[in-house]
């Protein structure tokens, strides 16, 4: 499986078995990872020393495993706005997705379980949109949110519920249209409802998409 | 004693064999104690008789023993012993644990105040109260064996009527030793009680121990739980998230056919491992709850809730660990018996901390009739909750609403 553009990334993982199986995977779909770190303060210095094209951290590493991964990426956020970070968890947790979403604007970032990485092609699929700055967020605090929230998105269709949710995982119009079997069209039409009840009035589109998922997982 | 039943009952007997029997262990402790102090004590310049006198010293334990035996004859009360258990098997740790002891010396004073003092006492009252009036009432009987008696070897009886007189006054003699006998077996016993059995101090100081102790097993439970998940996270968890990866590679690789379709099913199989893994650490210890305190983990209880659940609580920042993992569990129990049992439409989990200490209250809209008991896991959260001197009350009318309220004293962590 070859990808369009090539990514240079630097890698934070504590688990030798896991980072080593990381690497091997990036490299088989074409990426190059700079720079293989084990923890949350070698991450950081990686990052100056390389200025990758995108960040895949752990949440929970060395010294104090704790959410030294999730910090350190919201830090390097804050120094290096627009920097993408892909934040894999073993958990899920809504908690941890807003703090890394509240770093910048939203843009340019993910969150997945790190299951996710089995699911080679979508994980690959993933790190490429926060790498183009798109946000990217786990399935499953999507399911968890979809399940509670009620002001505002209560107003919106099931349809147009599970096309937002399907933005937030970080889908193209096209792909939300394969996987709902629906013209793009048909997909176009739902996500304007979907502004619209969300108050968010016409501005830049992609960045609407953005602000959309933001509502959701702050409403 | 003061029923009227009494001269009837078999406490009069009971009494007396209290006190009989009193008498004969009195004499046995005597001769025992003086026996082996007196061979010990021989024997003592040449060695071998000190193990003897470390036995006599030992003494007042097994004669406690019996004492507190014999005590079920008249004071139904249990008098249980108050020796400490030795830390390890064998003679030495037992000895050790024994001679440290304060119950081991009390019981020696015991020992020597019965053989010396006790017994004879004990013998006085049984020959006063019961074999005196009794020799009395067999008046009668003497005199028709020898033709003639003398009551009580003072009192010459020489014609059956005066024998029948006599006899009718040792039946009121002995409704009256009766009566004494009672009360001076009840007196032994008060006074073996005050000697050998518990005080009220010694409860106090015991009970402290009990609910300290209490409290260790709680964390050291809790610091299990947490070596659990982690060894769990560290291990398990990451050997299948790299097992799925290598699958997923493989089936890149694999040319559509029936290794494909195998290696998808192993795959898939995988996954569902990886997804009931965390589920179940997330069961034994949440990360969240370890990184964000309690508002952060119950707002993602109330996320995981199959009922709706508004969640209002405001804390002023961490809690201790402990009152936070109770209060978290109390939490997800809670929930899960609204979303299993309570028909509810909608939940929510409020509180705050005030005046030193954390309140929380779960309340849900639901048919109500929720008892503590019942194998509804409540009992258990009360005592999780009783354990840092919580208290927990449900109150869940028929018809509902079911309100859960938990209070537990904490000040905040650093």
Same mark, same amino acid.
């Given at each position: ?28 779909? =074409? ?6 770190? =084990?923890?949350?303060?070698?991450? &950081? ?64 970032? =993910? ?27 786990? $399935? ?11 002001? $505002? ?13 399907? &933005? ?7 792909? &939300? ?16 409802? &979907? ?25 | ?106 019981? %020696? ?24 009036? %009794? ?55 008060? %006074? ?50 790299? @097992? ?113 200490? @954390? ?18 896991? @409540? ?24 309100? %859960? ?10």
């Amino acid at each position: 499986m070859r990808v369009e553009r090539p990514l240079r990334v630097v890698l934070a993982e504590d688990s030798v078995l896991l980072r080593d199986g990381l690497v091997g995977l990036l490299g088989r779909c =074409g990426h190059e990872v700079v720079a293989a770190v =084990g923890d949350a303060e070698a991450l &950081i210095a990686a990052v100056g020393e390389h200025a990758p094209d995108v960040v895949v951290t752990d949440v929970r590493m060395p010294p104090g495993f704790q959410d030294e991964g999730l910090h350190a990426a919201v830090r390097l956020r804050r120094e290096r706005p627009g920097l993408p970070v892909l934040v894999l968890s073993q958990y899920v947790q809504r908690r941890y997705a807003a703090e890394l979403l509240d770093s910048g604007d939203g843009t340019g970032v =993910g969150y997945l379980l790190k299951d996710r990485v089995g699911q080679v092609e979508e994980f690959v699929e993933a790190l490429g949109e926060v790498a183009d700055g798109g946000t990217v967020v786990d $399935p499953e605090v999507v399911r968890q949110l979809l399940r509670r929230r009620r002001d $505002p998105l209560e107003r919106l269709t099931p349809r147009e519920r599970e096309v937002l949710a399907l &933005i937030a995982q970080g889908r193209s119009n096209g792909a &939300i249209a394969r996987e709902l079997v629906v013209s793009e069209a048909a997909v176009g039409k739902h996500i304007s409802g &979907i502004l619209a009840k969300l108050d968010l009035p016409p501005a830049d589109e992609t960045h609407r998409r953005v602000l959309a998922v933001l509502a959701y997982l702050r409403a | 004693m003061a029923r009227p039943g009494y001269l009837t009952s078999a406490w009069p007997w009971r009494s007396a064999a209290y006190l009989l029997t009193g008498a004969v262990t009195g004499v046995v402790v005597l001769v025992g104690i003086v026996v082996s102090a007196a061979v010990g004590g021989v024997f003592a310049l040449a060695l071998v008789g000190l193990p003897l006198l470390l036995c006599t010293a030992l003494a007042g334990v097994p004669v406690a023993a019996v004492e507190r035996h014999r005590l079920r004859l008249v004071d139904p009360d249990p008098a249980p012993g108050q020796h400490g258990t030795p830390r390890e098997p064998g003679l030495r740790a037992w000895l050790t644990t024994r001679l440290r002891e304060r119950a081991t010396w009390r019981e %020696l004073g015991h020992a020597l105040l019965f053989a010396g003092l006790l017994w004879p006492v004990d013998a006085l009252a049984f020959a006063v109260f019961l074999a005196g009036p %009794l020799s009395v009432v067999a008046t009668p009987l003497l005199f028709g064996a020898f033709g003639e008696a003398k009551v009580l070897k003072v009192w010459l009886v020489t014609s059956w009527p005066a024998a029948f007189g006599y006899a009718a006054c040792g039946l009121v003699l002995l409704a009256l030793g009766a009566y004494l006998l009672g009360v001076a077996a009840g007196a032994r016993a008060g %006074l073996t009680r005050l000697l050998i059995a518990p005080r009220e101090a010694d409860l106090g100081v015991r009970v402290v121990e009990l609910a300290r102790s209490r409290v260790r097993l709680v964390d050291a439970f809790e610091a299990e739980r947490r070596r659990i998940e982690r060894d769990l996270h560290d291990g398990a968890q990451q050997r299948l998230v790299a @097992l799925t990866m290598t699958l997923g590679l493989a089936r890149l690789d694999a040319p559509p056919g029936p290794l494909a379709d195998q290696l998808a099913k192993a795959h898939e199989e995988a996954g569902t491992a990886l997804a009931e893994l965390r589920e179940l650490i997330h069961g034994i210890h949440p990360k969240v709850l370890a990184d964000y305190g309690l508002e952060a983990a119950v707002a993602d209880a109330a996320d995981r809730s199959a009922v709706p659940v508004d969640v209002d609580l405001e804390l002023p920042g961490r809690l201790p660990q402990a009152v936070e993992a109770a209060a978290y569990f109390v939490v997800c129990e809670a929930l899960a018996n609204v979303g299993r049992h309570s028909g509810a439409s909608r939940a929510e989990v409020s509180g705050g901390h005030r005046d030193g200490r @954390l309140v929380l209250r779960i309340r849900d809209d639901g048919r109500g009739g929720a008892r503590a008991g019942q194998g509804s896991g @409540l009992t258990g959260l009360a005592d999780r909750v009783s354990v840092l001197d919580g208290r927990l009350s449900l109150s869940s009318p028929p018809g509902g609403p079911t309100l %859960l309220r938990v209070e537990i004293p904490c000040g905040p962590a650093s």
